[in-house]
């Protein structure tokens, strides 16, 4: 049994912002393979399912992001588990947006959920750190990561999203390479021999070769009726 963990806060007002990617992250796991529906459990809503060989609770704590060991620690003794069976999803200042980094262990860099945690259950989990950027200055950290994804944002969003869910099988074994490499399908997939990448777009049709341009008949209109009679 292992726990993943988005981190994030709770309510339709924050549903899009930069510090939900780690709700966003859970919610596209539990889709895309077929968890059983959320419900209200550990302070968190939690989603029961497999990924691959193992079976894996997701977690969206709902005690608001600077609270969220509460209900990492509550599922945790539950369940009986250690702390190196919980990976946590969050956003990364730190990392270019559509970044991802798997981290084992370590600090928690300031992130008030990653705060949290490591006062509920201490620091030797595992991260999944998903880059959002920076705004360029301390002061404007709070108002950035409140702030909803712009719309430029969305198309990177998306392939970031998708890719974590592509490789949360691997992810669950304890493969972390492949983990990365089915991240990096999505957001850098491989570029065809003309340089672009390659997205399922359609390569543009051969021109014809041109034709040579017909001959002048240099036959008067007498010979020419002469010859279609012969």
Do not use: C
Not at 52 to 80: C, D, I, W, Y
Not at 154 to 166: F, H, I, K, T, Y
Not at 175 to 181: K, Q, W
């Amino acid at each position: 049994m292992q726990i993943f963990v988005g981190l994030g806060n709770p309510g339709a007002k924050y549903a899009r912002n930069r510090h939900n990617i780690g709700f966003m992250a859970v919610d596209r796991i539990a889709e895309d393979h077929g968890f059983g529906p959320w419900k209200a459990r550990f302070q968190a809503l939690a989603s029961e399912g497999r990924l691959g060989q193992e079976k894996v609770l997701l977690l969206k704590p709902q005690t608001f992001m600077n609270l969220s060991g509460q209900s990492v620690g509550e599922a945790m003794r539950f369940f009986k588990l250690e702390p190196g069976d919980v990976v946590v999803f969050h956003d990364e200042l730190d990392l270019a947006p559509g970044k991802v980094r798997v981290k084992e262990g370590g600090g928690h860099a300031g992130h008030n959920g990653l705060r949290s945690i490591h006062s509920h259950i201490g620091p030797d989990y595992a991260r999944v750190r998903l880059g959002i950027g920076h705004p360029g200055h301390k002061d404007r950290v709070a108002g950035y990561v409140l702030h909803d994804f712009a719309k430029a944002e969305e198309a990177w969003l998306d392939d970031v999203l998708r890719g974590v869910s592509d490789g949360a099988a691997n992810l669950a074994a304890g493969d972390n390479g492949r983990f990365m490499n089915a991240v990096a399908l999505r957001v850098n997939p491989p570029r065809s021999s003309g340089g672009e990448k390659s997205r399922g777009k359609a390569t543009p049709a051969e021109k014809p070769a041109e034709q040579p341009a017909p001959q002048e008949d240099p036959r008067s209109p007498l010979q020419k009726l002469v010859d279609k009679f012969r």
